[in-house]
Each structure stands twice: as structure tokens, then as C-alpha cells.
């Protein structure tokens, strides 16, 4: 924990970690702004920082230069932050910052201590990913873990994915290791949105997380700023025509679906569904399939040269 700046110590019982990362797996910057926005709106205080000289490239994620009132110059560096706050349903753990570049094991294994210092019960991580989904419709969100009481108790789905990863991935197998509980949520963002910032999805990942936490969720802000993303992503949608007649089929794909609230991306028994960045007219889509699709998202991001 050689790493780790501890900012207070409170006291706090087996708390869960909710985790994002800015970056790579954060579609629409969603992930970050729902642990930005539960940090706000939970009145967090700081708890520690993981200093990022080791972890990150700075040519990549740069600092920021910033000016105070007096016109003094200081330099603001992307550190991991981890504040902590107490909820109706228990204590929580939360942690932002980007995702590291260098050291991955030596990170995780920073995050680890962490959670051996107030006995976490449980490590949740938010992560986005584009899809073929329309913004006008509820976002669709998959839950994953490894382990079958975790994936009993939240209804979530058992993790089979190979192939590349980022910091979440790598995150998740350190706590296997360390016999720490560990679960995964992913929002889907609309692919043809992807510059949008979603409110929307983020509003989705909150939602759940608290269902999780057995908490109610601080989601009046956000649910006012989804409904301006709807409107702002309706508006530029209708100055295109082949968005329009593009979107209109995803609404109807997902209408006939006849999709549900369970936090699934698709029911086992849905037909014409949209999976992958392909729109499948002519067979049902499974939930092996949908696990493909999230697949697919990693495996395109581990090309991308960000």
C-alpha cells in the first residue's frame, strides 16, 4: 500500500467499493459520472488517493494547470481518488480516476489493500460499452460476477469472456485471488451517440448499484438530465434522415422484443434484436449471445490506439 495517501480514517463497516475508471471503459462517460454523481449527491468525504507517478502516462492522461484566485498557477494530476460515505444500506467505498497505463498488477494491488484495510465486503465495478440500442428506450444493463452466490443473490449473469481487457478486468481477477467478492455492471450507450455524454446510462448504473447496496438512489439530478440527453439526442437525430429511418428500426427491434426491467440486455426468448454493431432480424437472441456482444466491445476496444 506503499502507494496509497490515506486523507482520513474513519470508521467503517464492511463497506461495498463501487469502482470506475475514465478511459477505456467508459462509454458516454457514464461509469465516471455515476460514481462522480453518488460521490456528490452520498456528500463523500475524501478518504484516500492513489498517487499516479507510477501508474501513469502522462502524455496520454495529462494534468491540468490550474489558476486560483490570486492568479498562482498549480498543476491538478489524475490521481484515483477514494472517498467514503455512510447510506441506509450501509457504508460505501467509492473510487474514480483514470484507468493506469503502466503497472497494472502493482495498481490492483493497491485497490486490494484498500479493501483489506476495512474488510469490503463486496467490489463492484461501472463500466459502458457502445451497442446497436436506441436512446429513446430504457438503457439495457448487464450484470456479470464469477462467483454463483453473488450471481444468485443480484441476478446477474456468470462472466465467460477471453480476450482483451482493461484495469476492470485485471481488477476483478485480483480479487478472485484475494477471495474478495466481486461484481461487474455495463450500461449500453447508443453507438451512434457515442460523443454524447449519457446521463441517461449513468442514471441506469446508479439505479442498480443501489438496488445492490439496498439503498434508495439519489437520482432526481440525473433523472432531469436524461431527459434533457433524450431531447438533445432526438433533435440531432432528426436533422439526419438515415439516422432517422436507423433509429426508428432500433425502437422497433427493441419494441418487438418486448424487453423487460430485469437489468438484462436481452430476455433468453426475445426475437429481431440488436447485437453487436448487427442487427439480427432472423434469429432469437440468448443470453450467450449477448455475452458475445460485450465480447466484441472489449476485443474492438483492444485495438483502439487511445
Known amino acids: 500500500m506503499e502507494h496509497v495517501r490515506w486523507l482520513a480514517r474513519p470508521t467503517l463497516r464492511r463497506p461495498v467499493l463501487i469502482a470506475a475508471f475514465t478511459g477505456w471503459n467508459d462509454a458516454g462517460d457514464a461509469a465516471s459520472s ?14 484516500a488517493e492513489i498517487d499516479p507517478e507510477e501508474f501513469t502516462d502522462f502524455a496520454t492522461v495529462r494534468p491540468h494547470v490550474r489558476l486560483d484566485a490570486a492568479r ?19 457504508d460505501v467505498i467509492l473510487m474514480l480516476g483514470p484507468e493506469p ?3 497494472w498488477r502493482l495498481f490492483t494491488e493497491q485497490i486490494i489493500a484498500i479493501a483489506d484495510e476495512y474488510d469490503v465486503s463486496l467490489v463492484l465495478t461501472l463500466g459502458a460499452l457502445l451497442a446497436d440500442v436506441p436512446h429513446s428506450r ?16 443480484y441476478d446477474l449473469q456468470r462472466s465467460r469472456y477471453e480476450g482483451p481487457t482493461g484495469i476492470v478486468g485485471v481488477l ?13 455492471l455495463w450500461a449500453a450507450v447508443p453507438a451512434y451517440a457515442s460523443q454524447v455524454p449519457s446521463p441517461k446510462a449513468a442514471l441506469a448504473l446508479v439505479e442498480r448499484s443501489c438496488e445492490i447496496l439496498g439503498t434508495p438512489g439519489p437520482t432526481a439530478r440525473l433523472q432531469a438530465e436524461a431527459e434533457a440527453y433524450d431531447a438533445r439526442v432526438t433533435a440531432f437525430v432528426a436533422d439526419d434522415s438515415d439516422l432517422i429511418g436507423y433509429v426508428a428500426r432500433l425502437e422497433n427491434l427493441s419494441d418487438s422484443g418486448d424487453l423487460d426491467d430485469d437489468d438484462d440486455f436481452f430476455d433468453e426468448d426475445d426475437d429481431d434484436d440488436v447485437v453487436g454493431g448487427e442487427l439480427a432480424d432472423d434469429e432469437p437472441v440468448d443470453s450467450d449471445e449477448l455475452m458475445a ?13 487511445r
Open 34 to 47: 455515476s460514481v462522480r454523481h453518488l460521490v456528490e449527491a452520498w456528500g463523500a468525504a475524501p478518504l
Open 72 to 90: 498562482h498557477r498549480s498543476i491538478v494530476w489524475p490521481t484515483v481518488g477514494v472517498w467514503s460515505a455512510s447510506t441506509p444500506g450501509g
Open 101 to 103: 497505463a503502466l503497472r
Open 138 to 153: 430504457p438503457v439495457q444493463l448487464i450484470g456479470t460476477a464469477t462467483d454463483q452466490v453473488l450471481i444468485d443473490r
Open 172 to 184: 476483478h481477477d485480483a480479487c478472485a485471488h484475494a477471495d474478495l467478492p466481486s461484481a461487474s
Open 293 to 305: 456482444e460485450v465480447e466484441r466491445f472489449l476485443r474492438d476496444q483492444g485495438t483502439d490506439e
